[in-house]
């Protein structure tokens, strides 16, 4: 039997928002659907006590970190030992140097094959990105007990793919180039010779293998859950909206904070990009741009852990 679905065209615009947030946070959460149904007769409870949010907020997110945590763990692992070739072609490389030769106008010279390793990251990248889509599309037509087969090779997913994944690849190197000429010019400066370029390298890798390889891997699967998530609402047919679920803990921030309940078109975007967020915090305007691409759904910056739910009029 389906589950029961919110009409809220019988509402006012702004009790509907504020109720679709809390009803929507329960239907997401497979764990929730019993508490759901004890809630609603005829009717829908304007207000949930806190502690009837927070056992449904842990549950919805729970459950998706549960089912991506594979997914990250795999992407970590791709990330690393794409960067471990690059860290031998370039020690490689600076064993090949005599020190007289070791100027900043030949550090270019040091650098591995960039445009192969944008494409081994785009190849890697884009699989991971689909099992991702695929797991989650089939979860979220679990919770909300749609009547459909995601299709994950549908041409807005394919469309998706094909744009973003090499956009991803080419700014991810794009600041490993950057990164690694800074560190090596401030040592060619301080003249250092061999060994000491080659430590550079190594540690500057050996720091990316656990901070930057983390956190790259968490928005890009929370990214690619996002997608999976909305394209199983365009696919549904029953879907028009969209609902930004902020992650709530101690870890939140005052922009993830602000952007919580927030209904909009299934096809908008909440930020463009270039836009920015502003919000008060101690009364001083902290200010988030928008410069990597649109917002039309998590996650907003790095390491951003809210989801998006659907809204059914």
């Not at 988030?288 to 059914?312: F, S, T």
Request: charged content about 35%.
């Amino acid at each position: 039997m389906r589950k029961e679905l919110i009409k809220l065209n019988s509402l006012t615009p702004e009790l509907a928002e504020k109720i679709a947030g809390e009803v929507v946070r329960f239907k997401i959460a497979a764990e929730a659907g019993d508490r759901l149904r004890r809630m609603m007769t005829d009717r829908v409870r304007e207000y949930l006590t806190k502690e009837e949010k927070k056992v449904n907020h842990d549950a919805l997110f729970n459950g998706r970190d549960k089912s991506i945590a594979p997914f990250e763990k795999k992407f970590r692992a791709m990330l690393k030992l794409i960067w471990s070739e690059e860290e031998k072609i370039l020690i490689a490389n600076i064993k090949k140097m005599k020190k007289a030769w070791l100027r900043k106008d030949k550090v270019d010279d040091i650098l591995y094959p960039v445009g192969v390793f944008e494409k081994k990251l785009e190849t890697g990248a884009s699989q991971i990105f689909i099992e991702v889509m695929e797991k989650e599309g089939k979860r979220t037509i679990e919770v909300y007990d749609f009547d459909m087969i995601f299709d994950v090779q549908n041409p807005e997913v394919t469309k998706w793919l094909k744009s973003y994944t090499p956009m991803f690849s080419e700014k991810l190197e794009e600041v490993s180039v950057k990164k690694l000429k800074a560190t090596l010019i401030e040592g060619i400066e301080d003249g250092e010779g061999v060994p000491g370029l080659a430590n550079r390298v190594y540690e500057l890798y050996k720091d990316w293998g656990f901070s930057r390889a983390e956190a790259i891997a968490q928005n890009q699967i929370i990214r690619a859950s996002s997608k999976g998530a909305l394209n199983v609402y365009r696919q549904s047919g029953v879907v028009t909206k969209k609902i930004w679920i902020t992650h709530f803990d101690e870890r939140v921030c005052p922009f993830c904070e602000s952007m919580d309940g927030k209904v909009i078109g299934l096809e908008e975007n909440y930020f463009d990009l270039g836009d920015e967020s502003t919000v008060k915090v101690d009364d001083k305007e902290q200010v988030l741009k928008m410069n990597y691409e649109n917002i039309e759904a998590p996650p907003l910056h790095n390491r951003c852990r809210c989801a998006v739910g659907a809204v059914v009029d």
